[in-house]
């Protein structure tokens, strides 16, 4: 708006050939002139004024986006805690089906070889079944067998009873394992949907963050190289009349100083004598006055180096009150810090963004949720001991920020793949491989718990390796992270 206005006035300025006829009939050359310096930085100095203006509109603008951009990300990070809550949910409904799955076929099993047995001995008492009573008696067996052969089968008719209902309340089972089956599938079909609504909306919102992000960039560019092109052609105009006005102030300075030499030349003798006489007694009172001055900064500086080392002491006194008690009160949250967490188990509790980084230990939850299949230290393929862990997570698992920082990196790095890098302060840096996408930008400061990347879609379960270094150096960073459903393998 402001260029377009600083536009129109160029076009519409009389240029030094413009001409227009005059009232009087004088020539194009006399009515005609440039405009002036001054009126020109007037209408330089209005648009500039208007596009400042629209400055503060934009920044106030600007403002409101941030504060929708701060919205957005702490939704980013809730949705982020959904979506890996889900996948945990879905790991452990899958692990559920196939101990359901594996407990049908036991069953199934066991059913199959009863039913083998059962089918043995009922053809038997079937064949027994066809014989008449007069038939075993005139069977070529001895008495002895015959009375054997009887009470066998006498006892035989309550253990297939016993038998049959067993196997009835097997089959039951097996029903109702079956049952259990289909809910959990029910279960699992409906955590999935979840958990690609989830996904969706997760990639909406960071759509959403991108877009906002470079509208308000382009429009606080664009505005500002307005105002610098406007405000440096308005500095060559004020200091072309800042030079005007000091030629002017020259000339006249230099008629006024002739003048006033030759009233000075009648009365420099006049003036020459009086001020001896003033300037003897002038330097008689300024040397007294400046030893009774010298006496006074004497005193006022032992005055004041006392009232310094006093206020020193007493601020040295006040600090070390002041760090007793707040050390009193940090041990005192500490405990109550302590307590808590063992009061609520293994549910974590969210991080608090600006505290250091070397208070989160044992707080921080993992990157990705799932199962820690390498640990530090242990010997890994290449046959060297691991610098970091190793996380088995679901396809597509969501990998988010374990704790505030800045993005120094994000690209692919030598063996590592994709690699994020996160600086938290105090020498910590944390190292995140194996993402099939990475949602950071470098120098982006990340929340706790804000996300970050999302693992690959590889059929088998993908691997996200974590980095801690200090310094540096690598160091363990399993003693970093909550306890909370963290499976450890290995």
Do not use: C
């Given at each position: 708006?402001?260029?377009?206005?600083?536009?129109?006035?160029?076009?519409?300025?009389?240029?030094?050939?413009?001409?227009?006829?005059s009232p009087s009939?004088?020539?194009?050359?006399?009515?005609?002139?440039?405009?002036?310096?001054?009126?020109?930085?007037?209408?330089?100095?209005?648009a500039?004024?208007?596009?400042?203006?629209?400055?503060?509109?934009?920044?106030?603008?600007?403002?409101?986006?941030?504060?929708?951009?701060?919205?957005?990300?702490?939704?980013?990070?809730?949705?982020?805690r959904?979506?890996?809550?889900?996948?945990?949910s879905?790991?452990?409904?899958?692990?559920?089906?196939?101990?359901?799955?594996?407990?049908?076929?036991?069953?199934?099993?066991?059913?199959?070889?009863?039913?083998?047995?059962?089918?043995?001995?009922?053809?038997?008492?079937?064949r027994?079944?066809?014989?008449p009573?007069?038939?075993l008696?005139a069977?070529?067996?001895?008495?002895?067998?015959?009375?054997?052969?009887?009470?066998?089968?006498?006892?035989?008719?309550?253990k297939?009873?016993?038998?049959a209902?067993?196997?009835?309340?097997?089959?039951?089972?097996?029903?109702?394992?079956?049952d259990?089956?289909?809910?959990?599938?029910?279960?699992?079909?409906?955590?999935?949907?979840?958990l690609?609504?989830?996904?969706?909306?997760?990639?909406?919102?960071?759509?959403?963050?991108?877009?906002?992000r470079?509208?308000?960039?382009?429009?606080?560019?664009?505005?500002?190289?307005?105002?610098?092109?406007m405000?440096?052609?308005?500095?060559?105009?004020?200091?072309?009349?800042v030079?005007?006005?000091?030629?002017?102030?020259?000339?006249?300075?230099?008629?006024?100083?002739?003048?006033?030499?030759e009233?000075?030349?009648?009365?420099?003798?006049?003036v020459?004598?009086?001020a001896?006489?003033?300037?003897?007694?002038?330097?008689?009172?300024?040397?007294?006055?400046?030893?009774?001055?010298?006496?006074r900064?004497?005193?006022?500086?032992?005055?004041a180096?006392i009232?310094?080392?006093?206020?020193?002491?007493?601020?040295e006194?006040?600090?070390?009150?002041q760090?007793?008690?707040?050390?009193?009160?940090?041990?005192?949250?500490?405990?109550?810090?302590?307590a808590?967490?063992?009061?609520?188990?293994?549910?974590?509790?969210?991080?608090?963004?600006?505290?250091?980084?070397?208070?989160?230990?044992?707080?921080?939850?993992?990157?990705?949720?799932?199962?820690?299949?390498?640990?530090?230290?242990?010997?890994?393929?290449?046959?060297?001991?691991?610098?970091?862990?190793?996380?088995?997570?679901?396809?597509?698992?969501?990998?988010?920020?374990?704790?505030?920082?800045?993005?120094?990196?994000?690209?692919?790095?030598?063996?590592?793949?994709?690699?994020?890098?996160?600086?938290?302060?105090?020498?910590y840096h944390?190292?995140?491989?194996?993402?099939?996408?990475?949602?950071?930008?470098?120098?982006?400061?990340?929340?706790?718990?804000?996300?970050?990347?999302?693992?690959?879609?590889?059929?088998?379960?993908?691997?996200l390796?974590?980095?801690l270094?200090?310094?540096?150096q690598?160091?363990?960073?399993?003693?970093?992270?909550?306890?909370?459903?963290?499976?450890?393998?290995?």
């Amino acid at each position: 708006m402001a260029a377009g206005a600083v536009a129109a006035l160029i076009a519409t300025s009389p240029g030094p050939s413009a001409a227009a006829p005059s009232p009087s009939g004088a020539s194009p050359a006399e009515t005609s002139a440039p405009p002036a310096p001054d009126r020109r930085l007037k209408e330089l100095e209005s648009a500039l004024r208007k596009g400042q203006e629209e400055q503060q509109q934009i920044d106030q603008k600007a403002r409101q986006i941030a504060r929708e951009m701060e919205d957005l990300r702490s939704s980013m990070v809730s949705t982020a805690r959904a979506v890996q809550e889900h996948e945990d949910s879905l790991s452990d409904l899958e692990s559920q089906l196939a101990d359901l799955n594996s407990l049908e076929k036991d069953k199934a099993a066991t059913l199959e070889l009863r039913r083998q047995q059962m089918n043995g001995v009922l053809t038997a008492l079937e064949r027994l079944a066809f014989r008449p009573s007069e038939a075993l008696i005139a069977q070529p067996t001895s008495p002895a067998d015959t009375v054997r052969s009887a009470i066998l089968l006498r006892n035989v008719v309550p253990k297939l009873r016993e038998s049959a209902d067993s196997l009835r309340a097997d089959l039951a089972a097996l029903s109702s394992v079956r049952d259990t089956i289909a809910r959990q599938r029910r279960k699992i079909t409906a955590t999935t949907a979840q958990l690609d609504s989830e996904h969706r909306r997760l990639s909406a919102l960071y759509d959403r963050k991108q877009q906002i992000r470079q509208e308000t960039e382009e429009q606080r560019q664009e505005t500002a190289r307005r105002l610098q092109t406007m405000a440096a052609e308005a500095e060559d105009l004020r200091d072309l009349l800042v030079r005007l006005e000091q030629e002017r102030k020259r000339r006249e300075q230099e008629a006024a100083e002739r003048a006033a030499a030759e009233r000075a030349a009648r009365e420099a003798e006049k003036v020459a004598a009086r001020a001896a006489r003033e300037a003897e007694i002038a330097a008689a009172k300024a040397a007294r006055e400046a030893a009774a001055a010298a006496a006074r900064a004497e005193k006022e500086k032992r005055q004041a180096e006392i009232a310094a080392a006093k206020a020193a002491r007493e601020a040295e006194e006040k600090a070390a009150r002041q760090a007793r008690e707040a050390q009193a009160k940090a041990d005192k949250a500490s405990r109550e810090a302590a307590a808590a967490a063992a009061k609520a188990g293994d549910s974590p509790r969210p991080l608090q963004p600006g505290r250091p980084f070397s208070q989160a230990m044992g707080e921080m939850p993992l990157p990705a949720r799932g199962r820690v299949t390498q640990k530090f230290g242990q010997i890994n393929d290449s046959g060297a001991p691991s610098r970091g862990i190793t996380i088995a997570t679901r396809d597509g698992a969501q990998v988010v920020s374990p704790y505030e920082g800045q993005v120094v990196f994000a690209g692919p790095f030598r063996g590592y793949g994709l690699l994020l890098i996160i600086e938290h302060g105090e020498g910590y840096h944390t190292l995140l491989a194996g993402m099939a996408r990475i949602d950071g930008n470098v120098g982006q400061h990340l929340l706790p718990g804000e996300p970050v990347g999302v693992m690959g879609q590889s059929g088998s379960a993908p691997f996200l390796y974590v980095e801690l270094r200090r310094n540096g150096q690598p160091v363990n960073p399993l003693p970093w992270f909550t306890a909370h459903k963290t499976k450890v393998s290995g």
